[in-house]
């Protein structure tokens, strides 16, 4: 078995709403910063032990689907590094 850190970013999908990312956005343009759009993002960082990244990206895939994200709002990204 491998040490792996899988990291699992989980994001409304684009069209559901969401007020935090909007009001850091209006916040961040009275600042000064000119914006397009800004989506904000929970991310997760696994520690777990596999037998391959391909199987350590399995689990935490499973871990989106069943806990992490809402696959009717939520899309996910993960990555998988070895420790």
Do not use: C, W
Request: charged share 35%; net charge negative.
């Amino acid at each position: 078995m491998t040490a792996y850190t899988a990291t699992v970013t989980v994001r409304l999908k684009h069209g559901v709403l969401d007020p935090e990312a909007e009001t850091t956005k209006q916040a961040l343009e009275r600042l000064g910063f000119e914006l397009e759009a800004l989506r904000s993002a929970d991310r997760f960082e696994v520690d777990l032990d596999a037998d391959s990244a391909e199987a350590a990206h399995e689990r935490a895939s499973e871990m989106a689907e069943r806990l992490l994200a809402n696959p009717t709002i939520h899309d996910y990204d993960v990555e998988v590094d070895e420790r």
